[in-house]
């Protein structure tokens, strides 16, 4: 049996008496958050274990959730899709040296950000008692949303479909190697790989899922580790393909890398391929909007037509825009360059910076929101 306790709670346990549960409101502070405490009153003994949002709680007091490293697949399964495909037709505007080092650095420094994200998301659990509660807005408020172990499986699959396309796409381009290698022509180092640069930012953005993912987990604190290990499986899958592709095709590759595979049976697998990728990690990625769209119409937190409506819109919606747009490419640079440094570079900076300034007023009892110039 699991209870669902947006708070901390306190289990009572006595050699002559079951367990039983009370709510606690009272902050959580760095210690108590590391020792749990511990006291005895008439002869029966209270630990008071600190949880996180809705976090899973078994019949034997036991806290449920996913590991770091299946969370590291949730951000892999996140991040990695359309940026497959679209990621070697950048290093055609970038070339070879230039792609590379973009990769590198846009890698290490969302990872950084993504760091500083869940550093965020602990010290405002740790300061404030209603971030460890249901919340529908898990980035703009930094509150969570546990998504439940059952969507370990979806995970799965898309990251399994997103390698078997990678795999694809490998063999394609073998097969075209004695073809085209030799014919292909590569760009010069100019200041125009600076337009190639939008695609390598939407590739590797994904911030706004984080939150989510970190509440899912038994031990949150562990979400560091399950961003730094996504990435760099994200930054393996993409490299190997994106410097090979454009070693054997050059600047002839136009929007897809599936394109320009001169095998047809390749390319349909490839494309199948990701498109269960796609459908499946959808889930994922549109969560943080469904959430936010449902506070915005008051839907009630449990399946009734209501969600099923807004849930069903936001998709059409989503396919309306897939089907008026013909080009992709275009659609990744423009939002590569404008919000995606936003999600994903200066807000998860700035929470963190501006958290930590914030000063305690113990006289209003409340956190005291710095200034820009302070």
Sequence with gaps: MIKRIPMSIDIVSSENESMKTSLSTDPISKESKKHQPITKTNGITTKTLHLGIESGISSNGQQKGIGWFVASMFILGDLVGGGVVAMPVAFAETGFVMGILFMIIICAIFVTTGWLLADTWEIMRERWPEYRKHCRKPFSEMALRSMGKQSEWVIVIAVVCTVITIVMIFVGISLDFNDCYYEAQYSDISINAILGLGIFLFAFNGHQVFPTVQNDMHNPTDFKKSVLVGFIFAALLYMPLSAYAFLVYGVSMANSVIDSVQTAWIRYAAD????????????????????????????????????????????????????????????????GSTTVPCTCVILPTLYNIYIKAATYDKKNDAWIVPTFRE
């Design 272 to 335: 199948l391929s990701l498109a269960i990728h796609c459908i499946l990690a959808i889930i994922i990625i549109v969560n943080p909007i469904n959430l936010q769209l449902e506070d915005t119409f008051n839907v009630p937190h449990k399946f009734c037509l209501k969600r099923v409506i807004v849930r069903t819109s936001l998709l059409l919606l989503s396919l309306f825009v897939c089907l008026s747009l013909p080009n992709f490419g275009s659609v990744m640079n423009l939002f």
